[in-house]
């Protein structure tokens, strides 16, 4: 039903001849140790991701692209993105020594029209291949932590802030494009 949440601790969803019917706003809650997203999250009506795995060692791998329509919330442990596109059009919310863990491969796409919480924290070592920042609102899009880009900066609307202690590489190769920011 509308705006109701699915809670994954342990096991999955699967479709063995059935329907999941995602077509009104949902939620996706993920708790207890490290799991790959399923079928929950292959929707355009998903609404907030909340991970509140175990402890910061645990993690949940995103098996597919995924759009956010809503928050992020990362109350612990990491969200592997690793060769994949994350496109948040909502806020962000990660609690301290939270990470995204990302490669080369990886398409991270911000776009929202309000202020967003929290952070960007990557986890030691990650690197994305485009990172895209369309923003509204008064504050700033914030990078917590060190991040490599491979490939495009686009910063088309808002404000991107390394923040103390961060550091953003640019590879070799790899193009700031600045619109409106």
Not at 22 to 51: A, M, P, Q, R, W
């Amino acid at each position: 039903q509308n705006n109701s949440t699915i809670r994954i601790n342990n096991g999955d969803i699967t479709i063995s001849g059935g329907v999941f019917n995602s077509s009104n706003s949902f939620s996706v809650l993920y708790e207890g140790n490290s799991k790959s997203t399923g079928v929950e999250i292959n929707t355009s009506t998903l609404k907030d991701v909340t991970i509140e795995v175990t402890d910061n060692t645990q993690s949940v791998a995103l098996s597919n692209n995924l759009v956010i329509n809503g928050k992020l919330t990362v109350s612990s442990g990491s969200f592997d993105i690793t060769s994949r596109q994350l496109s948040l059009y909502g806020d962000i919310d990660m609690a301290s020594g939270t990470t995204i863990e990302s490669n080369q491969s990886t398409d991270l796409v911000v776009q929202t029209t309000s202020n967003v919480t929290g952070g960007l924290r990557f986890l030691a070592g990650s690197s994305v291949h485009d990172l895209t920042i369309n923003k509204g609102g008064t504050n700033d899009i914030m990078l917590q932590s060190n991040l490599n880009i491979a490939g495009h900066l686009r910063l088309m609307k808002g404000n991107f802030s390394v923040e103390n202690g961060a550091t953003l590489t640019m590879n070799a190769a790899s193009v700031i494009h600045i619109e409106d920011g």
